[in-house]
Each structure stands twice: as structure tokens, then as C-alpha cells.
């Protein structure tokens, strides 16, 4: 019980860290000039993924044990690679009907995206229960870097290719996807499950309370994206607050079946990355 009480107040403590200091440096002025010239701030995505990597650092504990390994990469790239086009789903589907019938996302809209989010975990899961080990990884891995340098080549047959497309592309990919992987699926799913284990099965996912406090808090992230009194913010986004936190438990089952952040942060990372500088490409 002791363990547990103190795994969940490490991670109450770093959640309200990353919460504080994000809203502290968003009122620096480095952050607006990252914004403007890049369309991303990348130093307060350091400070995100800062904190928790300190706290692994001092305590001196096995990164591998929070995910940051390679073991089996080349199976859990195929597997990352799936998990893309099963994403595609919500992206689609979800988000993108919600917007064609002008639905909040940020509210009610959000329910609606959160339901297709569970059809995509559905998927997801039947397809990592009938995935086989792989020994091939050049055809995969040119398909990740061909994805990535898409929407670059789009912009620049539109001569519309700007330093904030590429930034997007970086910023959605690396810091985005693995970065914020590797704070709520690599560090707190993986430090609760070593307190709380994972004694549930189903459907051939072994899990545990850190997947579903790691979504929560995840989403609960999310609902403060729309809130910052330093810019003049004062709501909760709560509809994005909901879908985003079932997008969680699809990251986190992906981290549960796979053993390792490289499925889930190309699943996460590479949809955003791709999508995000299309939209900038077309919002000039």
C-alpha cells in the first residue's frame, strides 16, 4: 500500500511541475518568439519532457524499464506503422466530421470523437493479437521518412514551403509524439504499473491501473490546453479533455502489448506530424 501511495503522489507531484512551469514559461518571451517564427515551442516542450526524465536520471532507474528501448524495434516499427493508418480513423472520422458539421470538439464534439477514438482501440488491438515477429525493416522504415518528407514536397510543389511546415513536421513527430509518449506512456504508466503491477487481461492486453491514470491524466492535459491566465485563458476544454484521453488508452494498450515508446510514439507522433503541416500548407 505504501508503494502505491507513494508512486501516485510522485506522479501527482510532477503532473502539477510540468502544469506550473508550463504555464510560467508560456509567459516568457521566448515562447511567443518560438511561436510566431516556428509555430511550436520547443523549450517548453523540453521542460515537459525535462521533468520527468530528471526524476528517472536522480533515482538512478533502468530507462528501459520506462520504455526507452529498442528491444524488438523492428516488429514494434511495423506495428507503429499500423497503428498510423488505424489513427487515420479518429483523425478522419472523428475530428474531421466534427468539424464539417461544426461541432466543438472542445465540448460536446468531443463525445462524439471520443466514440470513433474507441472503434480505432478496438482495431488497434485486433491487429497487434494477429501480428507476427518481423525480420524485414528498410520497406517500413523508408515509409516512415517518405510520410515525414510528404507534406515537405507538397509544400514545395505549391511553393507554399515555409520554416513553420518543416518545424511542424519536426515538432509534431519528435517532441509531440515521443515526447509526450514518453511523459505519460513511458514515465507515469510505466512508474504506476511498477506499484500497482498489471494483474487485468483482455483481449490479450495485460494492463493495470497506470493505463488507465495515465489516460486520465493525459486527457485532463488536454482540457488545459484551452486555459492560462498568463495569455488571458480561462477555460477547460473538457470535450478534448475526453477524447484525448481514450486516444491515451490506445497509446497506453500499444505500450502494454509492445514493451517499448516506438509504436505508440510513431502512432501518435506520425498522424500529427504529416496532418498538422498539411493543414499549415493550406491554411496560407
Known amino acids: 500500500m505504501r508503494s502505491k501511495a507513494l508512486a501516485l503522489i510522485e506522479i501527482i507531484l ?35 519532457v525535462g521533468i520527468p526524465a530528471l526524476i528517472i536520471l536522480l533515482a538512478r532507474r533502468r530507462w528501459a524499464d520506462y520504455g526507452v528501448s529498442l528491444e524488438n524495434w523492428r516488429t514494434n516499427l511495423e506495428i507503429g ?21 461544426m461541432l466543438n470538439t472542445n465540448r460536446v464534439g468531443g463525445l462524439y470523437v471520443a466514440l470513433v477514438e474507441i472503434v480505432g482501440l478496438l482495431l488497434m488491438v485486433w491487429v497487434m493479437n494477429r501480428q507476427k515477429p518481423v525480420a524485414g525493416w528498410r520497406r517500413n522504415l523508408v515509409t516512415v521518412i517518405l510520410l515525414l518528407l510528404f507534406p515537405v514536397l507538397l509544400g514545395l510543389a505549391m511553393r507554399r514551403l515555409s520554416a513553420v511546415v518543416v518545424s511542424t513536421v519536426l ?34 492486453v495485460q494492463f493495470g491501473a497506470g493505463l488507465i491514470i495515465s489516460a486520465i491524466l493525459f486527457g485532463l492535459l488536454h482540457a488545459f ?43 501518435h507522433g506520425l498522424p500529427d506530424a504529416v496532418g498538422e503541416a498539411i493543414l499549415v500548407i493550406f491554411s496560407k
Open 171 to 204: 515538432w509534431q513527430f519528435v517532441f509531440s509524439g515521443f515526447g509526450e509518449e514518453f511523459v505519460w506512456r513511458g514515465y507515469a504508466q510505466s512508474r504506476l504499473n511498477q506499484a500497482f503491477g498489471r494483474p487485468w487481461k483482455l483481449w490479450g
Open 81 to 101: 506503422l499500423k497503428a498510423y493508418l488505424v489513427q487515420i480513423i479518429p483523425l478522419v472520422l472523428g475530428l474531421g466530421v466534427a468539424t464539417s458539421l
Open 14 to 48: 510532477v503532473y502539477a511541475a510540468i502544469q506550473a512551469a508550463g504555464i510560467a514559461w508560456r509567459s516568457a518571451g521566448i515562447v511567443a518568439w518560438e511561436k510566431e517564427h516556428l509555430g511550436w515551442s520547443y523549450t517548453g516542450m523540453l521542460i515537459f
Open 225 to 267: 490546453n484551452t486555459y492560462d491566465p498568463a495569455i488571458g485563458l480561462s477555460s477547460l476544454a473538457w470535450g478534448w479533455a475526453v477524447w484525448t484521453a481514450f486516444a491515451g488508452l490506445t497509446f497506453g494498450v500499444i505500450r502494454e502489448k509492445t514493451g517499448t515508446l516506438l509504436a505508440p510514439g510513431i502512432a
